[in-house]
């Protein structure tokens, strides 16, 4: 699953990215492999906004997509 499949409220773990650059992408952005976020808004093939901690990320849907992630309880 990746971040582009999940819905708002989902809180999810990263797991793996396509490629090292959107990796590096992400890093710049505060997120790493193993990092939890909660999916806040989302627009439909459109940026996301995640919470992690206390601080609110948006990122892209093409980044999104290629973010994998897994559920968590």
């Keep these: 699953m990746t971040l582009a499949d999940t819905?708002?409220?989902y809180r999810v773990r990263i797991e793996?990215?396509?490629r090292t650059d959107q990796e590096a992408e992400a890093i710049r952005l505060g997120l790493m492999v193993g990092h939890e976020v909660?999916?806040?808004h989302k627009?439909?093939?459109g940026?996301?906004?995640l919470q992690?901690?206390?601080t609110e990320i948006?990122?892209?849907y093409h980044l999104a997509r290629r973010i994998h992630v897994?559920?968590?309880p």
């Design 7 to 9: 819905h708002v409220g």
């Design 16 to 18: 793996a990215f396509d």
């Design 38 to 40: 909660t999916v806040r």
């Design 43 to 45: 627009m439909a093939r």
């Design 47 to 49: 940026p996301l906004v």
């Design 52 to 54: 992690s901690g206390v």
């Design 58 to 60: 948006a990122i892209g």
């Design 70 to 72: 897994v559920p968590l």
